[in-house]
T-cell receptor, first 114, second 115 residues
Framework: DAGVIQSPRHEVTEMGQEVTLRCKPI?????LFWYRQTMMRGLELLIY????????DSGMPEDRFSAKMPNASFSTLKIQPSEPRDSAVYFC????????????FGQGTRLTVV | AQKVTQAQTEISVVEKEDVTLDCVYE???????LFWYKQPPSGELVFLIR??????QNEISGRYSWNFQKSTSSFNFTITASQVVDSAVYFC????????????FGEGTQLTVNP
């Protein structure tokens, strides 16, 4: 398996624009997570899905952020409108089961909002 | 609430030295899971080890070893005979049985191994 695949790897956008980050989890994994990494806050969970259903979105910072998982092999994280403070590395991860199984992370999307 | 503390922000050693990365956690659950991840300069997060709260047996994998002590709520990571390729940020993380699959990460420890 190719692992968790995220796209794009880098994204630079202007403030106010819509940004969509994409993730393909490892086949057969029922859990998908979106994390954000910043210098100030470290690694924090934004949202996670189980069998394509959002389970916990309490980490989503505000209504500008939304995430979907239309099928078992694809998820998106959308920011609309984007702001400079959204600049971070966004990681997608997947796991075969909770919570005692390890999550495998994608390579991340480095987002810069100017 | 769950919390993970990695008090060492940065550690610098010379190649072949042994180094221990500290991790202290807080949880009210009796069932929980501890993890270590490595983030090399390339940026990806690489899983290293998982431990559950009922298994305090220490583990060794090559040059890596982990010491889990419930009495002190610690899960420390030791690299023996460090190498330059070990240079990375290392994260300790905790997952509680009652909070689903949410991973709470520590702040990370930047390890630099100098030749």
């Amino acid at each position: 398996d190719a692992g968790v695949i995220q796209s794009p790897r880098h994204e630079v956008t202007e403030m106010g624009q819509e940004v969509t980050l994409r993730c393909k989890p490892i086949s057969g994994h029922d859990y998908l997570f979106w994390y954000r990494q910043t210098m100030m806050r470290g690694l924090e969970l934004l949202i996670y899905f189980n069998n394509n259903v959002p389970i916990d979105d309490s980490g989503m910072p505000e209504d500008r952020f939304s995430a979907k998982m239309p099928n078992a092999s694809f998820s998106t994280l959308k920011i609309q409108p984007s702001e400079p403070r959204d600049s971070a590395v966004y990681f997608c991860a997947s796991a075969s089961g909770p919570p005692n199984t390890e999550a495998f992370f994608g390579q991340g999307t480095r987002l810069t909002v100017v | 609430a769950q919390k993970v503390t990695q008090a060492q922000t940065e550690i610098s050693v010379v190649e072949k030295e042994d180094v221990t990365l500290d991790c202290v956690y807080e949880t009210r659950d009796t069932t929980y899971y501890l993890f270590w991840y490595k983030q090399p300069p390339s940026g990806e997060l690489v899983f290293l080890i998982r431990r559950n709260s009922f298994d305090e047996q220490n583990e060794i994998s090559g040059r890596y070893s982990w010491n889990f002590q419930k009495s002190t709520s610690s899960f420390n990571f030791t690299i023996t005979a460090s190498q330059v390729v070990d240079s990375a940020v290392y994260f300790c993380a905790l997952s509680e049985e009652t909070s689903g699959s949410r991973l709470t990460f520590g702040e990370g420890t930047q390890l630099t191994v100098n030749p």
